[in-house]
């Protein structure tokens, strides 16, 4: 009987999750996606970054959690999600869960309602986009 209070555990944090999952799409501000060619160009999510039509983001912060959720979806359909720890949360719309993990650099961030994320390995951007 005593493998029940981890089955349980379990069970309630997967509910947990999936009650987010599908509360946070009918809550949340959809952003549109945009591909950057730069750094810079990502954080002013410029011009001269290209909208990525039918790409979505939302996200849900969790202050008291330092956490923040992101669902993107593609043409209305639910693409994936994930979860992002260990962040410095001002409000919903300014917030940063970067991190450095060992030569790769991710930044994850969002900084007046502009969501900026790009990996980044030594001195080569591999992937850079913005969402506004």
Not at 110 to 121: A, C, L, R
Request: aromatic share 14%; net charge positive.
């Amino acid at each position: 009987m005593k493998g029940y209070g981890y089955f349980s555990f379990a069970l309630k944090t997967t509910l947990f999750f999936c009650l987010i999952l599908f509360g946070l799409h009918s809550q949340a501000k959809q952003l549109k996606v945009y591909r950057c060619n730069s750094p810079d160009d990502a954080e002013r999510c410029s011009v001269s970054c290209q909208y990525e039509p039918g790409v979505v983001i939302e996200f849900l912060v969790e202050k008291q959690k330092n956490l923040v959720m992101r669902k993107v979806y593609e043409k209305s359909q639910y693409v994936s999600s994930s979860i992002m720890k260990n962040c410095s949360i001002f409000d919903e719309s300014n917030w940063d869960c970067s991190r450095v993990d060992g030569r790769a650099k991710f930044i994850q961030k969002m900084t007046s309602g502009i969501y900026v994320d790009y990996f980044s390995v030594l001195k080569g951007d591999a992937f850079i986009q913005c969402a506004k």
